[in-house]
């Protein structure tokens, strides 16, 4: 029998002081066992400044720092295998079927020409 577990991600090396995931943004995320459907999701998510310098200085106000995104997930099953995005996956082919009926849209309606 499988107990639930918590797993806990760092991701480092960003370079951006701010990010859209201080202001309440979730990781996209998609799980074997619920069919590799996308949703948003994540628990104590954080984005903050890291420990690991990217540009030394000799003056301290000038020493720059990478910063790191943390976020945990509970693992529901043994053998879930979870793929995580930064934002819904929008592959090539859906948008080429995107754009060819937004195309036949447009002549149809004579707004191409």
């Given at each position: 029998?499988?107990?639930?577990?918590?797993?806990?991600?760092?991701i480092c090396n960003f370079t951006k002081p701010a990010?859209?995931?201080?202001?309440?943004?979730?990781v996209c995320m998609a799980k074997r066992s619920k069919?590799?459907?996308?949703?948003?999701?994540?628990?104590?998510?954080?984005?903050?400044?890291?420990?690991?310098?990217?540009?030394?200085?000799?003056?301290?106000?000038?020493?720059?720092?990478?910063?790191?995104?943390?976020?945990?997930?509970?693992?529901?099953?043994?053998?879930?295998?979870?793929?995580?995005?930064?934002?819904?996956?929008?592959?090539?082919?859906?948008?080429?079927?995107?754009?060819?009926?937004?195309?036949?849209?447009?002549?149809?309606?004579?707004?191409?020409?």
């Amino acid at each position: 029998m499988f107990k639930k577990q918590k797993v806990t991600f760092n991701i480092c090396n960003f370079t951006k002081p701010a990010s859209l995931y201080s202001y309440g943004m979730q990781v996209c995320m998609a799980k074997r066992s619920k069919n590799y459907l996308w949703h948003k999701g994540g628990e104590d998510i954080s984005y903050s400044k890291g420990r690991v310098i990217r540009i030394n200085h000799s003056d301290p106000a000038h020493i720059r720092y990478y910063y790191k995104l943390t976020f945990s997930v509970t693992l529901e099953k043994e053998e879930d295998k979870i793929y995580f995005a930064y934002s819904y996956p929008y592959s090539f082919s859906k948008l080429t079927h995107f754009l060819q009926g937004l195309n036949a849209e447009c002549r149809n309606k004579d707004l191409m020409k």
